[in-house]
């Protein structure tokens, strides 16, 4: 079974910056799939990021395309979400997800979520 525990989460004027980090314990890392989620107040959860097991290869939503990079360092059992350029809209909780798989699916549901970490920007 995967840990996953995020943290650098906080607060940040817009157009600031933002490292994540999500922790894994347990299981295989190396062999998963990695993505990062976030759900602002009132509103669902929404898929921001993913990456495949090996890192070469990413995904993201067209509102943080340029701005957000995901990477993970495999040695560390680590993922992250460099975020840049941050706008009032990417404020949310932030949380990191893996799934059973080395390309992430995305008609299928994270098998392993982390706590969430809070990013508030500040106009």
């Known amino acids: 079974q995967v840990q996953l525990a995020e943290s650098g989460g906080g607060p940040v004027q817009a157009g600031g910056s933002l490292r994540l980090s999500c922790a894994a314990s347990g299981g295989t890392f190396s062999l998963k799939a990695m993505a990062w989620f976030r759900q602002a107040p009132g509103k669902e959860r929404e898929f921001v990021a993913a990456?495949?097991?090996?890192?070469?290869?990413?995904s993201y939503i067209e509102s943080v395309k340029g701005r957000f990079t995901i990477s993970r360092d495999n040695s560390k059992k680590t993922l992250y979400l460099q975020m840049n350029s941050l706008k009032s809209e990417d404020t949310a909780v932030y949380y990191c997800a893996g799934q059973n798989r080395v390309v992430w699916a995305a008609t299928q549901a994270g098998d392993y979520w982390g706590q969430g970490t809070q990013v508030t920007v500040s106009s």
């Open positions: 990456i495949n097991w090996s890192g070469t290869s990413t």
